[in-house]
């Protein structure tokens, strides 16, 4: 049984009751006292009829595996067994329409976040990076750390839950085994010890990928002729063999090969890709230095930033700007293009980044906020355009695309009282959001 003290974890993850499918509230809190080790947080329309029937059927039938059975009547008298590990999936829905949803929770056999809560929806799918859905992620019932990214992986590759309760492993240990040169040679993922390894997520039928892998076919060998050690390890999402092969035939460096789905397929689990191209920036010990390899190599076309640990503070570009749809965004737009006002700019907010996002890296989480600065360019001006922004500069604004919100603080002078001000307020909900 879970400690009681730990149990508010995930009420303040998932807020104190959830919905069951008879309409009853169930607390959250309860969870791990009911035998719920694990908590699949399933984001999804309510739609019904084609693929997404066809995955709630998968659904249901792999949660029911790990429902605890119901006790035998006329059992011998004996101390009953202790509950085994159980997953409860918890609905948080993308539906406006109330009586759809209703009709929709009534139908699955598991629980639901309220309908009414959707400022807690808006804030778990900033939370957890929801860019694709349905889109299925695992976390601990105990602690609402994340488990498992990309828990629609699971139920294809383990469906009768053998791997419970798929907790991430190291990377050299997912992607031991052979991998293979474009020539056809074969070496053991055991070369890539000690170097600094990307790992490119990317297919053939994807022309953001083929264009960013011509880019970094050029990175790949400035790094290497610098006299780093990086390899690259190429996990194939194309459609078919001989496309990889064609593809393949580009790349100067190593692949999973495309026969060893099941590789490939850990790989994507271990990472939570939801789309491509995405490479992946690991140290000589396997960790994570960045996800957002794909901004770096566009951004640093010399390398010089190699291996490209993130700054707390970016200038917003057109291609980072991608980032704006990740989550809440802290854009301060000042009055120049000048390197020095740009410069200036970071310095005053780069404190307060570095402390938000050091206080959640101490409890292994990512930060709610990413910070940028704005200059005077004509991609700054389509998004003042888009977002409704004064032409008012030093401009101090968060920007949430998904939820098509922004608050904004028009001020003479911004201070970093100010910034720092502006950011709890935000984190604390005491800020009053304008629509975009």
């Given at each position: 049984?879970?400690?009681?003290?730990?149990?508010p974890?995930?009420?303040?993850?998932?807020?104190?009751?959830?919905?069951?499918?008879?309409?009853?509230?169930?607390?959250?809190?309860?969870?791990?006292?009911?035998?719920?080790?694990?908590?699949?947080?399933?984001?999804?329309?309510?739609?019904?009829?084609?693929?997404?029937?066809?995955?709630?059927?998968?659904?249901?039938?792999f949660?029911?595996?790990?429902?605890?059975?119901?006790?035998?009547?006329?059992?011998?008298?004996?101390?009953?067994?202790?509950?085994?590990?159980?997953?409860?999936?918890?609905?948080?829905?993308?539906?406006?329409?109330?009586?759809?949803w209703?009709?929709?929770?009534?139908?699955?056999?598991?629980?639901?976040?309220?309908?009414?809560?959707?400022?807690?929806?808006?804030?778990?799918?900033?939370?957890?990076?929801v860019?694709?859905?349905?889109?299925?992620?695992?976390?601990?019932?105990?602690?609402?750390?994340?488990?498992?990214?990309?828990?629609?992986?699971?139920?294809?590759?383990?469906?009768?839950?053998?791997?419970?309760?798929?907790?991430?492993?190291?990377?050299?240990?997912?992607?031991?085994?052979?991998?293979?040169?474009?020539?056809?040679?074969?070496?053991?993922?055991?070369?890539?010890?000690?170097?600094?390894?990307?790992?490119?997520?990317?297919?053939?039928?994807?022309?953001p990928?083929?264009?960013?892998?011509?880019?970094?076919?050029?990175?790949?060998?400035?790094?290497?002729?610098?006299?780093?050690?990086?390899?690259?390890?190429?996990?194939?999402?194309?459609?078919?063999?001989?496309?990889?092969?064609?593809?393949?035939?580009?790349?100067?460096?190593?692949?999973?090969?495309?026969?060893?789905?099941?590789?490939?397929?850990?790989?994507?689990?271990?990472?939570?890709?939801?789309?491509?191209?995405?490479?992946?920036?690991?140290?000589?010990?396997?960790?994570?230095?960045?996800?957002?390899?794909?901004?770096?190599?566009?951004?640093?076309?010399?390398?010089?930033?190699?291996?490209?640990h993130?700054?707390?503070?970016?200038?917003?570009?057109?291609?980072?700007?991608?980032?704006?749809?990740?989550?809440?965004?802290?854009?301060?737009?000042?009055?120049s293009?000048?390197?020095?006002?740009?410069?200036?700019?970071?310095?005053?907010?780069?404190?307060?980044?570095?402390?938000?996002?050091?206080?959640?890296?101490?409890?292994?989480?990512?930060?709610p906020?990413?910070?940028f600065?704005?200059?005077?360019?004509n991609?700054?001006?389509?998004?003042?355009?888009?977002?409704?922004?004064?032409?008012?500069?030093?401009?101090?604004?968060?920007?949430?695309?998904?939820?098509?919100?922004?608050?904004?603080?028009?001020v003479?002078e911004?201070?970093?009282?100010?910034?720092?001000?502006?950011?709890?307020?935000?984190?604390?909900?005491?800020?009053?959001?304008?629509?975009?």
């Amino acid at each position: 049984m879970a400690s009681p003290r730990c149990a508010p974890a995930l009420a303040e993850l998932l807020g104190e009751a959830l919905v069951a499918p008879d309409g009853s509230a169930v607390a959250t809190a309860s969870l791990p006292a009911r035998g719920v080790s694990l908590v699949g947080l399933y984001f999804g329309y309510c739609g019904s009829g084609g693929p997404g029937a066809q995955l709630a059927a998968s659904l249901a039938a792999f949660y029911a595996r790990f429902q605890a059975p119901p006790s035998a009547a006329g059992a011998a008298e004996q101390p009953p067994p202790p509950p085994p590990q159980r997953l409860e999936l918890v609905f948080i829905s993308a539906e406006q329409d109330q009586p759809r949803w209703q009709e929709a929770t009534r139908a699955m056999p598991w629980l639901a976040l309220p309908f009414a809560d959707k400022r807690r929806k808006l804030k778990l799918w900033n939370k957890f990076r929801v860019s694709n859905i349905p889109s299925l992620i695992f976390i601990d019932a105990i602690t609402g750390k994340v488990v498992c990214q990309n828990g629609l992986l699971v139920i294809r590759d383990d469906p009768e839950g053998l791997e419970f309760p798929w907790g991430p492993r190291p990377f050299q240990e997912v992607v031991a085994g052979p991998l293979v040169q474009n020539k056809g040679q074969s070496l053991d993922s055991s070369t890539l010890e000690g170097s600094y390894v990307g790992v490119y997520f990317s297919a053939h039928w994807c022309p953001p990928c083929r264009s960013l892998t011509r880019v970094l076919v050029e990175s790949y060998r400035k790094i290497k002729d610098g006299g780093q050690k990086f390899e690259i390890v190429f996990v194939s999402a194309d459609r078919s063999e001989d496309s990889f092969k064609q593809y393949f035939s580009e790349m100067p460096w190593l692949a999973v090969p495309y026969a060893d789905e099941a590789r490939r397929s850990r790989l994507n689990r271990l990472y939570g890709i939801q789309g491509i191209p995405t490479l992946i920036i690991l140290d000589p010990k396997g960790e994570v230095i960045t996800r957002q390899g794909r901004v770096e190599v566009l951004n640093d076309l010399d390398c010089r930033e190699f291996p490209w640990h993130p700054k707390p503070v970016l200038e917003l570009t057109e291609a980072n700007a991608v980032h704006l749809n990740e989550g809440p965004c802290l854009v301060l737009f000042v009055d120049s293009d000048d390197d020095g006002e740009s410069e200036a700019a970071k310095q005053l907010i780069q404190p307060i980044a570095e402390k938000i996002i050091a206080k959640y890296r101490a409890k292994d989480e990512e930060a709610p906020l990413l910070f940028f600065v704005a200059g005077e360019d004509n991609m700054t001006d389509s998004l003042r355009d888009y977002t409704n922004l004064p032409e008012a500069a030093p401009l101090l604004t968060i920007l949430d695309m998904s939820a098509r919100a922004k608050y904004v603080m028009d001020v003479e002078e911004i201070t970093p009282d100010i910034v720092e001000t502006f950011v709890n307020d935000f984190l604390v909900d005491k800020l009053k959001p304008e629509p975009i």
